[in-house]
Each structure stands twice: as structure tokens, then as C-alpha cells.
């Protein structure tokens, strides 16, 4: 099966409650483990590309024909969505024009009017292309410069005016923060997760910073309405744990332990025994490409 829009496996999410996991994607690596990992639970799954990374493999181009790649060479046949994660306005254009199958336009650090105007240009251009699109609303918190700012809340007044647009899924914040969770976190408001819910009718809601939020959190959060979760952080910890693992029990010095298939090999499997769990045991779409 090609590359596919995710709006109908999120719809599909949403009427089941579950969530497709949105696993962001580094390298080849990443890549491979990744689409193995779903294609062995059987679970639809969407490639979650940030422009930095999109920059650090080269570009939108090659992204689109790397992924479009390994997908085939490995007879992937769950669906699988490529999708930017938190695309300006200029990079939703550009990984339109280059074949990704969904894109996020976030503009959130615009004046709300802003967002709104090209919220509502983005979501007319992807859906004339047949691409399935994400906008968010409020920002995320997270890590910056060492400096951890707390996750925001949302307004459920501006969610539902952007969901009202016709987005396919919509991310708002609800104190969830990306990179890792600081020691004091408060969790995550399920209070304004319903009233944004109650707000926007019922518009599947995409959970970032799904990285290291308790279980019992994700699966209520997804009971009550989100059918996207995205990991990034929890994956890149699994990898780095792994290779230190390797290298420091001296296995790359080994016969020929230092050749990069080898090397990267415990990495890349760590992060294929983690996409498994996550979607069998917190997200529940397991099986869903049935
Ligand atoms: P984490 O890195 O916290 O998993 O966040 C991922 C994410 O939300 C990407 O948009």
C-alpha cells in the first residue's frame, strides 16, 4: 500500500477509542524500526517529521522518497501516513509540494486572528491535494535552552473556532510539555480536555508530549476524545540507552562489533520492542490495520 492521508485512520481511531501512534522519525534507523514495529502488531501508523530533522535528512525530497523506500522494500502493508510535525507556514507548503500525505501547520505563537487566517488557507490547500491536516491551538510547553516552560491550557473557545474550519484533528494543549516531564509536572488537565471535547463536537485531539506521561494518563486522555498521540523523546532515550549498553559492555570492539549495521543494531532494535509496546499497551491499535 503507498504512503496514505491519516484522516481516515484517526476517524476510524476516534469511533473505536483508541489512538494511532505519531512516532517522529530521525534516520533510516528510526525509519525501519518503526514501520517493523507496526507492521508486526498490525497497527496503522503516522511518521512524524519536524522540519529539523526534514533539514537533517536532506530535505522534504528526500525524505518523502527515503521513507517511500524502505516502506516498499520491506512490504509494509499497514497504513502508513507521512506527516509533518509542527510545520511554519512556509514548510506545510513545502512537504505539501514534496508528497507528504498529512501535514500539521501549527500557528500557535501567532496572534490568534493569524492562526486563524492561515489555519484556514493551509487546511483549504491540503484538502484540495487529498492530504489529511492537523492545526494547534495554545501552545505546548517544553524544553528550551535548558529552561522548562509549563504545558498550557488551551481555550476551548479558540479550538472550537479552528475545528469549526474543517481541520481533521486538532492539537491543544492541555499541560502537556514535549522532552521530558520535570519532577513537579501537575499531569494533565482532563478538565479542560472535556470542555474542549464539549467545544469543538467531538474533533479528534492529538496529545503531544506523548514522552513519559503515566499510562493510566495516556488512556484516559484517549477515552476522552485524543486519537493521535505523539512520541519523539521516548524513542531517541530508547536508542541512546541502548548504544551506550553496547559500547559499554565493549562490543564494538568485537570482531567487526564497530561496523555501523551492528553498532546501531541494539539501538534500532529498542526502539522496535517500544513502538510495539506503545501501541499494543497504551494506544490499543493493535490490530487495527485488520
Ligand atoms: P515528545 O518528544 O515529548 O515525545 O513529544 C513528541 C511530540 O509531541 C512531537 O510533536
Given at each position: ?18 489512538a ?13 524500526a ?5 507492521e508486526a502488531k ?6 512524524g517529521?519536524s522540519?529539523g530533522a ?6 522534504f525530497?528526500n ?13 509494509i502493508t499497514?497504513?502508513v501516513?507521512?506527516?509533518?510535525d509542527?510545520g511554519?507556514y512556509?514548510?506545510?507548503?513545502a512537504?505539501?509540494?514534496a ?7 501549527d ?8 492562526n486563524l487566517?492561515k489555519s ?5 490547500l491540503?484538502h484540495s ?25 488551551a ?12 481541520v ?7 499541560g502537556?510539555?514535549?522532552?521530558k516531564y ?17 467545544s469543538?463536537?467531538g ?10 506521561i ?11 476524545g485524543v ?6 523523546t521516548?524513542?531517541q ?5 541502548a548504544?551506550?549498553?553496547y ?5 564494538d ?5 564497530y561496523?555501523p549495521r ?5 539501538g534500532?532494535d529498542?526502539?522496535?520492542a ?8 497504551y494506544?490499543?491499535?493493535?490490530g487495527?490495520?485488520?
Open positions: 500500500m503507498a504512503l496514505v492521508s491519516a484522516t481516515e485512520m484517526i476517524n476510524k481511531a476516534h469511533e473505536g477509542h483508541y494511532i501512534g505519531a512516532f517522529n522519525i530521525n534516520n533510516m534507523e528510526w525509519i525501519k518503526i514501520l517493523l514495529g507496526c498490525k497497527a496503522p501508523v503516522m511518521l517529521v522540519e526534514a533539514k537533517y535528512m536532506c530535505g525530497d525524505v518523502v522518497a527515503m521513507v517511500k523506500g524502505i516502506h516498499d522494500s520491506l512490504g499497514v497504513p501516513a507521512l506527516h509533518l509542527h511554519s512556509e514548510g506545510a507548503k512537504a505539501i509540494a508528497g507528504f500525505t498529512s501535514v500539521m501547520f500557528g500557535s505563537h501567532y496572534p490568534f486572528e493569524e487566517a484556514k488557507e493551509m487546511i483549504e491540503a491535494k487529498g492530504l489529511s491536516i492537523e492545526c494547534e491551538v495554545g501552545g505546548i510547553g517544553g524544553e528550551e535552552d535548558g529552561v522548562v516552560s509549563a504545558g498550557e491550557l481555550d476551548p473557545e479558540e479550538c472550537k473556532t479552528i475545528a469549526d474550519l474543517g481533521d484533528f486538532l492539537a491543544a494543549g492541555i502537556n510539555i514535549h522532552g520535570p519532577e513537579n509536572w501537575a499531569g494533565l488537565s482532563f478538565d479542560r480536555l472535556a470542555e474542549i471535547k464539549a469543538t463536537n474533533k479528534p485531539l492529538v496529545l503531544h508530549g506523548g514522552s513519559g503515566p499510562e493510566e494518563q495516556v488512556k484516559k486522555a484517549i477515552n476522552l486519537s493521535k498521540v505523539n512520541v519523539n521516548e524513542l532515550l530508547e536508542f541512546a540507552a548504544t551506550r549498553k559500547i559499554e559492555a565493549g562490543k570492539q568485537e570482531g567487526k562489533g561496523d551492528k553498532l546501531l543494531k541494539a534500532t529498542a526502539i522496535q517500544k513502538v510495539e509496546d506503545m501501541v499494543e499497551n494506544f490499543g491499535c493493535a487495527k490495520a485488520e
